[in-house]
């Protein structure tokens, strides 16, 4: 069975400096990653994702992601952060080769922008 | 239309109280999703509906009792609740269902306290 490991629970960053929020997966076949945001008192709204291609994916609000296989690593990044991005991230994977499995979440990343 | 719409945005209720959150999208997806989320957890997942019918019950409780009445609502229908049931729940959409390329829209949630 899959799962997510974010490993770190809390990231402090000063404003405008770059961030990396680590997410690593573990499963046995091939997955499809996502990662989400969670602003205060709000639902989750997508970031990004990656089903194949190309393992660099950009997302919305200037994040982007890179998919290492042989790490199995989601990694997301944003070179240069603002206040608003504030918030709490949740990388997540399913497995892409049968149907009928949910998404599983990783426990998620509190990203604190500081002024 | 890329929106999951939820209501009540909040609700209190008694232990004895039975009451109902209902989740609603206009884009034509065939699977929805009820989630509850703790406080500074992950959201978990509860129950999926696929084509209107029932396909994933995580052995949740039977207090809770969801209901899908057409391919756009979504129920879930509460009674006799307990104080750590208090929660956000959310509720999510995506186009065909548990496969892996389905990108899951979430709605912005109810946060529920039982008290």
């Known amino acids: 069975a899959q799962s997510v490991t974010q490993l770190d629970s809390q990231v402090p960053v000063f404003e405008e400096a770059p961030v990396e929020l680590r997410c690593n997966y573990s499963?046995?076949?091939?997955?499809?990653l996502f990662w989400y945001v969670q602003y205060p008192n709000q639902g989750l709204q997508l970031l990004l994702k990656y089903l194949s291609g190309s393992t660099l994916v950009k997302g919305i609000n200037g994040f982007e992601a890179e998919f290492n296989k042989s790490q199995t690593s989601f990694h997301l990044r944003k070179p240069s952060v603002h206040i608003s991005d504030t918030a709490e991230y949740f990388c997540a994977v399913i497995e892409g080769v049968k149907g009928n499995t949910p998404l599983v979440f990783g426990k998620g990343t509190r990203l604190s922008v500081i002024a | 239309d890329t929106e999951v719409t939820q209501t009540p945005k909040h609700l209190v209720m008694g232990m004895t109280n039975k009451k109902s959150l209902k989740c609603e999208q206009h884009?034509?997806?065939?699977?929805m999703y009820w989630y509850k989320q703790k406080a500074k957890k992950p959201p978990e997942l509860m129950f999926v509906?696929?084509?209107?019918?029932?396909?994933i019950n995580e052995s949740v409780p039977s207090r809770f009792s969801p209901e899908c009445p057409n391919s756009s609502l979504l129920n879930l229908h509460l009674h006799a609740l307990q104080p750590e049931d208090s929660a956000l729940y959310l509720c999510a959409s995506s186009l065909n269902g548990l496969a892996g390329t389905d990108t899951q829209y979430f709605g912005p949630g109810t946060r529920l306290t039982v008290l």
């Open positions: 884009m034509g997806h065939r699977a």
């Open positions: 509906y696929s084509y209107e019918k029932l396909s």
């Open positions: 499963s046995s076949v091939s997955v499809y």
